[in-house]
């Protein structure tokens, strides 16, 4: 079963960029054995779906809010997934999480079934 830590999250002026970070370990399975997405859930909200990309990384897919302006990555060697956010808004301020499955990518439709514990992201006017 493999673990997801992300990390990254902080606070940042609205039109400034971050990147966030998702380290997964302790899995048998080499980390190409699971596509990725990015979730977050602002407070009072239901959790939205942000982005996910594929096992291998050629195939990116985004959530209409983010579209444009964040980009999702990974390094398969490193075992890390990544995140960047370009141009935020107040409106991005939520809680990250990470997300692994080993047989669809994170979509809106369904998360998969590895989560993080989450990191903070605040946008301030």
């Known amino acids: 079963q493999v673990q997801l830590v992300e990390s990254g999250g902080g606070s940042v002026q609205a039109g400034e960029s971050l990147t966030l970070s998702c380290k997964a370990s302790?899995?048998?399975?080499?980390?190409?054995?699971?596509?990725m997405g990015w979730f977050r859930q602002a407070p009072g909200k239901e959790r939205e779906w942000v982005a996910g990309i594929s096992w291998s990384g050629t195939s990116t897919y985004y959530g209409d809010t983010v579209k444009g302006r964040f980009i999702v990555s990974r390094d398969n060697a490193g075992n890390t997934g990544f995140l960047q956010m370009n141009s935020l808004t107040p409106e991005d301020t939520a809680v990250y999480y990470c997300n692994a499955d080993e047989w669809n990518v994170p979509s809106a439709r369904r998360g998969g079934s590895y989560w993080g514990q989450g990191t903070q992201v605040n946008v301030s006017s």
């Open positions: 302790g899995s048998e399975r080499p980390f190409d054995s699971y596509a």
